[in-house]
Structures are given as structure tokens and as C-alpha cells.
């Protein structure tokens, strides 16, 4: 079962930043929250990850509250090329391999 | 630097037949997933495969079956097929020793279609 929960759909106007929330009430103390996102007809793309701090890299930040049931993962300047499915997800992790167990994601729409 | 590589991208197959897709991962990593991919559906893992073994498995029926080879490579088998089983699968390649941070690195998929 899904681990997280996150909204069917979101708009964005471009050149905003878009703010995805993701919840992960159930994950334990050790799991990792990972974002991915999926371009139509494109395979699924890594964007980040991240335990308890906040994380950031060339393509997002990723806000995870301190009690780490929820996340929010923020592009900073959406650009129509970030309309895609974005998929926060807590991955299982044993024998030193991840599964990812996707959801439905979150369909963003960025608006001219 | 190629990146993950999946054949055929898309093919067409009659129920009761047979598939064999293939994948080629990422340089330096020796470990492959296969998920299905339902339209309007997020990826279901399937299973995935390290040092030639599948090391995990997810609900799917025996007729999914997988194959590693030395070089790293996979191929994912589908027997006997029913409409069901069109989707597009999707290969991912990992590295399980270190380096390891878990992230996944997907090919643009296989798409089959069952009549």
C-alpha cells in the first residue's frame, strides 16, 4: 500500500513556483521521501530525496516538516516543460535495493 | 554516457502469446527493475533483479518472469498473454553497492498492446 497521499491535480501559473505537499503520516523514522516526476510518454524522472532536513538541487527544494508526516516540493520557477505527474513516494528499502510503490501522483499544470 | 535503453518501444501481440522485452541499464549500475505502467495509472513493480537473481517480486502472476545476464542487462517475459497485460513497462537501473542513494534511473518503456 501507498505510503503517501498527495492531491490528483495542481495549476501553476509559469514562471511562479509551484508547491506540491505530499503526506507521509505512516513512514518510520528511517525512510527516505523521494520525489519523482513523469513527463507525458516519458519514463518516471528523479528529482530528489530527502530524511528530515530540507534538501535542494538544480531542479527543486524539498521542505519535509519536522515531524516528518508531511513534505512540500517546490520548483521555483515553473517553466511549461515542468507540466508532468509528480510522484512523492517512501520507498521500501531492503537487501540494500529500493522498490518505489507509486501512487497517482499529482498532475501539474503549469499555465501560460 | 547512454542511459537506460528498452526494447521494442512498442509492439502489438495477440492474447495466449508471448513477449520478451529487453533492457540495457546505466553504465556502473548492476541492478534492474521492471514496472508495469496501466494507462492513467502510476508504475507497479514487478520485480527486480541483482547478480543474476531476482532478489524482489511484486503481485504479480508467475506468467511475469525475468532474466539477468553477467553483463547487467534484463529481459522481462511475458507468457500467455491476456488484453489485461497491455500497459507500457518500464525498466529502471540502480546501483546496489555504494555509491547507493536510491534513486532510480527509468527508460522510456516498452509499449504493448494485446488484441
Known amino acids: 500500500d501507498a505510503k503517501t497521499t498527495q492531491p490528483t491535480s495542481m495549476d501553476c501559473a509559469e514562471g511562479r513556483a509551484a508547491n506540491l505537499p505530499c503526506n507521509h503520516s505512516t513512514i518510520s523514522g528511517n525512510e527516505y521521501v523521494y520525489w519523482y516526476r513523469q513527463i507525458h510518454s516519458q519514463g518516471p524522472q528523479y528529482i530528489i530525496h530527502g530524511l528530515k532536513n530540507n534538501e535542494t538541487n538544480e531542479m527543486a527544494s524539498l521542505i519535509i516538516t519536522e515531524d516528518r508526516k508531511s513534505s512540500t516540493l517546490i520548483l521555483p520557477h515553473a517553466t511549461l516543460r515542468d507540466t508532468a505527474v509528480y510522484y512523492c513516494?517512501?520507498?521500501?528499502?531492503?537487501?540494500?535495493?529500493?522498490?518505489?510503490?507509486f501512487g497517482k501522483g499529482t498532475k501539474l499544470s503549469v499555465i501560460p | 554516457d547512454a542511459g537506460v535503453t528498452q526494447s521494442p518501444t512498442h509492439l502489438i501481440k495477440t492474447r495466449g502469446q508471448q513477449v520478451t522485452l529487453r533492457c540495457s541499464p546505466k553504465s556502473g549500475h548492476d541492478t534492474v527493475s521492471w514496472y508495469q505502467q496501466a494507462l492513467g495509472q502510476g508504475p507497479q513493480f514487478i520485480f527486480q533483479?541483482?547478480?543474476?537473481?531476482?532478489?524482489q517480486r511484486g503481485n504479480f502472476p508467475d506468467r511475469f518472469s525475468g532474466h539477468q545476464f553477467p553483463n547487467y542487462s534484463s529481459e522481462l517475459n511475458v507468457n500467455a498473454l491476456l488484453l489485461g497485460d497491455s500497459a507500457l513497462y518500464l525498466c529502471?537501473?540502480?546501483?546496489?553497492?555504494?555509491?547507493?542513494?536510491?534513486?532510480?534511473?527509468f527508460g522510456e518503456g516498452s509499449r504493448l498492446t494485446v488484441l
Open positions: 513516494i517512501a520507498p521500501y528499502s531492503g537487501a540494500g535495493s529500493y522498490q518505489l510503490t
Open positions: 533483479y541483482y547478480e543474476e537473481e531476482e532478489r
Open positions: 529502471a537501473s540502480s546501483r546496489t553497492g555504494q555509491p547507493n542513494t536510491g534513486e532510480l534511473f
